[in-house]
């Protein structure tokens, strides 16, 4: 590996985020050549002994490289622990040797295709605002939207603060009870079609990501994950970029 910032090298080794890493470093916990390290400081891996909550890092090779597809079921939180005690997806993969995290978020009560990974550099690809890569979602709605309210979904919104580009929204199925439509997004904020909803008046029933890209959740059921194909793998680095 070349020389390169702390938050670059944790990331690309797959102990964490680079902007959670900001954070570990702030909280004293990275230490390199046995010193506590600073946001930004640069390292070279072939010389420097870099720590993370006492253990040493080592880079992944690309045979420890991990890549999952999780059905996220509502009720887990998508981070790495939870200072609240409650479920995190990280419960769900338990059973994996080597440590992952997830890639992007699906809030609590969202659920469906979460990717899991301990792959720092498709991490960042993914995670970057300019990827190019659709995320796919089903969501139901009570009840019959108007044209009125379909409009205002397809409009380029203000969500905080921030003027979102139009999303793609197709009608799936709509009755007098309820609505289902297909919301397909490149931007991604944060609960952003939960504060869509909320602009166009309208109440979620379930919110679900059914694909991401041409990787899709198919018939895997809720809680249980399965490893991507090195295919898969490949489309994500080039499509992502």
């Known amino acids: 590996m070349e020389k390169m910032r702390i938050q670059k090298y944790l990331s690309l080794c797959g102990v964490t985020s680079r902007r959670a890493a900001e954070d570990d470093i702030k909280n004293g916990i990275v230490y390199v050549n046995g010193k506590v390290c600073e946001i930004g400081q640069v390292i070279d891996p072939a010389v420097d002994t870099v720590t993370y909550k006492g253990k040493k890092v080592i880079a992944k090779r690309e045979s420890d490289r991990i890549y999952v597809i999780l059905n996220k079921p509502r009720g887990y939180i998508t981070t790495s ?7 995190t997806v990280l419960d769900l993969v338990s059973d994996i040797s080597e440590r992952i995290y997830p890639v992007g978020r699906l809030d609590r ?20 605002p300019t990827h190019k890569i659709p995320k796919i979602y089903h969501v139901k709605f009570a009840g019959k939207i108007t044209e009125e309210q379909l409009s205002t979904l397809r409009s380029p919104l203000v969500i905080d603060g921030y003027k979102i580009k139009p999303v793609q929204t197709d009608v799936i199925r709509m009755t007098d009870n309820e609505t289902v439509l297909e919301f397909t997004l490149f931007e991604g904020r944060n609960r952003q079609i939960r504060k869509m909803a909320e602009a166009a008046g309208l109440r979620i029933i379930r919110l679900t990501r059914i694909a991401i890209g041409n990787i899709k959740l198919g018939n895997l059921a809720p809680g249980k994950y399965k490893y991507l194909t090195g295919k898969q793998v490949q489309y994500l680095k080039e499509k992502g970029i």
């Not at 622990?81 to 479920?87: F, N």
């Open 81 to 87: 622990s939870d200072e609240l005690g409650r479920k």
């Open 109 to 128: 009560d969202s659920e469906g295709l979460l990717l899991l990974t301990n792959d720092g550099e498709l991490t960042n690809i993914l995670t970057h």
